[in-house]
């Protein structure tokens, strides 16, 4: 294999004329320049230098190696920068797939205080839910997910979350259920009410992972939720119940961009959460840039 090294060794003998010339001007000795063009000739397999008393020429082969060295050189050379660069955060990019609740709430602040941090780091964003945002984390399509769990699912069922095993999870925010009634409900002025106060309601449901989760809630306190509408449009639920068509649960994030006009929120009993964390794969987490949004995520909700 040919070495980096000797052909800037090889470069400056043809540049030079002599290992004499090149070893001052790379700052090391002769024997030292012998040694390296003996490796390149061993590692091309052909002679690339002609030495005739004083005078030192290129063979063919040698002349063929410098022309090629210049364009490697300098590639390399321009690779070494732009690694330098992405390493230091004065390049690179960050590509972030969020839920779309997360992408009204958490996710603008990070990408601010990112762009404060770091003006020449590129970050783009992309919306999905999971288990599609690990598919593409998985895919190469992102470098982090901003994804959701919920621990009773994981408690119940840990073998429907294995596929995170292999992921670097970072947690991010609890993110408490709150119940959603019409303004004019029953229990809108009490503040708060047990899963089990609303169970002869019609209910509005979520996206189909959160909907799943509502119906596990509802069975642990003694009943199975009649469920009227599913959206997977947090505002679209929140509209229906201002409506009167129904309550709803849903995690306080959904809430914290969107007017719950003709609704109510009051606090549910026994508190339920949803986990929130940013997932990536244990190499990316190591990219200074990666490394540097997932902080940002995580002092984004802090805040």
Not at 107 to 130: G, I
């Amino acid at each position: 294999m040919i070495e980096a090294r000797h052909l800037r060794v090889l470069r400056e003998v043809a540049r030079t004329g002599s290992f004499s010339a090149a070893a001052r001007e790379l700052g090391c000795t002769q024997p030292a320049v012998s040694q390296q063009m003996k490796a390149l000739e061993q590692s091309a397999g052909t002679p690339l230098l002609i030495r005739t008393g004083r005078e030192m020429r290129l063979t063919q082969a040698g002349e063929a190696l410098v022309r090629h060295a210049v364009g490697i050189l300098a590639g390399l050379t321009a690779a070494e920068e732009e690694v330098a660069a992405i390493a230091g955060l004065r390049a690179g990019r960050v590509r972030l797939v969020s839920f779309p609740s997360g992408s009204s709430t958490l996710v603008p602040a990070a990408l601010a205080a990112m762009r404060a941090a770091h003006p020449r780091t590129r970050v783009s964003l992309d919306e999905a839910e999971p288990p599609r945002s690990i598919e593409m984390l998985r895919n190469g399509d992102c470098e982090i997910a901003l994804a959701f769990r919920y621990p009773e699912v994981r408690a119940a069922a840990p073998e429907a979350c294995s596929d995170w095993d292999d992921l670097v999870v970072r947690p991010v925010l609890a993110d408490r259920l709150v119940g959603l009634v019409p303004e004019g409900h029953r229990l809108a002025a009490t503040g708060s009410a047990a899963f089990g106060d609303l169970a002869d309601e019609p209910w509005i449901a979520g996206c189909p992972r959160c909907r799943t989760h509502l119906v596990e809630v509802c069975e642990r306190a003694g009943f199975t939720p009649r469920i009227d509408f599913a959206t997977d449009d947090y505002p679209a639920v929140i509209g229906l119940v201002g409506a009167g068509l129904g309550v709803a649960a849903l995690p306080e994030l959904t809430l914290a961009s969107v007017r719950p006009k003709g609704a109510r929120t009051v606090r549910l009993e026994p508190a339920v959460h949803r986990e929130i964390v940013a997932l990536t794969l244990p190499d990316l987490a190591r990219v200074p840039a990666v490394g540097a949004m997932l902080d940002q995520l995580e002092s984004a909700a802090a805040r």
